[in-house]
C-alpha cells in the first residue's frame, strides 16, 4: 500500500507551501519550489524540513 493521491493532493510543503509531487518511485515528495524532498516511510509522509533532502 503506497500514499493515497487524495492525501498527496491535501499536502503541501512545511517549508514554503507550495505544491508537493510523489516522485516517480513512489518512495518520496518533491517540492518544485524550494526543491526539498520528503520521504515517505511506512506508507507516512515525513514532512520535516530537518530531515528533507534537496534535489538539486
Request: hydrophobic share 40%.
Amino acid at each position: 500500500m503506497s500514499v493515497s493521491e487524495e492525501l498527496v493532493e491535501l499536502l503541501v510543503c512545511p517549508k514554503c507551501k507550495g505544491v508537493l509531487a510523489l516522485t516517480a518511485e513512489k518512495d518520496g515528495l518533491d517540492c518544485n519550489v524550494c526543491k526539498l524532498r520528503y520521504r515517505i516511510e511506512d506508507d507516512i509522509p515525513v514532512l520535516l524540513v530537518d530531515e528533507a533532502v534537496s534535489t538539486d
